[in-house]
Nanobody, 115 residues
Framework: QVQLVETGGGLVQAGGSLRPSCAGS????????MGWYRQAPGKQRELVAT???????NCADSVRGRFTISRDNAKNMVYLQMNSLEPEDTAVYYC?????????WGQGTQVTVSS
C-alpha cells in the first residue's frame, strides 16, 4: 500500500523559511519521480517542484531561486526547502508520486505566510 505522509508545514512571517518533508512507503522509492504541489484557497493545484531518480530537478518559475527540492533515498524522504517565503506561497503543500500511471498523494501540510 503506497503511502505519502507530509510534515513540517506551519506559520511563518514573510521572508522566513520552512522545510516540509514527505515520507514514502509501500513502493520502491528510489526509482520514483517525486513531486511537490500546492493548492491555495480558491485556486487549482499547481506543480511546485519535481526531482527524478537521478536528482534532476525542476521547479515552477514562481519559486525558482527560493525553493529547493531534495531527496534521501536511504530514508525514503523528499524535502522542500522554502526560503524567502511570501504571502502568495500560502497553500496546502502535497507530496506526489506516479506509479504505473496512477497518481498518489499525501494528505497535505498547511503553509501559511503572514505579511
Amino acid at each position: 500500500q503506497v503511502q505519502l505522509v507530509e510534515t513540517g508545514g506551519g506559520l511563518v512571517q514573510a521572508g522566513g523559511s520552512l522545510r516540509p518533508s514527505c515520507a514514502g512507503s509501500g513502493y520502491i522509492f528510489s526509482i520514483s519521480l517525486m513531486g511537490w504541489y500546492r493548492q491555495a484557497p480558491g485556486k487549482q493545484r499547481e506543480l511546485v517542484a519535481t526531482i527524478s531518480t537521478y536528482n534532476t530537478k525542476n521547479c515552477a518559475d514562481s519559486v525558482r531561486g527560493r525553493f529547493t527540492i531534495s531527496r534521501d533515498n536511504a530514508k525514503n524522504m523528499v524535502y522542500l526547502q522554502m526560503n524567502s517565503l511570501e504571502p502568495e506561497d500560502t497553500a496546502v503543500y502535497y507530496c506526489q508520486t506516479n506509479i504505473r500511471g496512477y497518481d498518489y498523494w499525501g494528505q497535505g501540510t498547511q503553509v501559511t505566510v503572514s505579511s
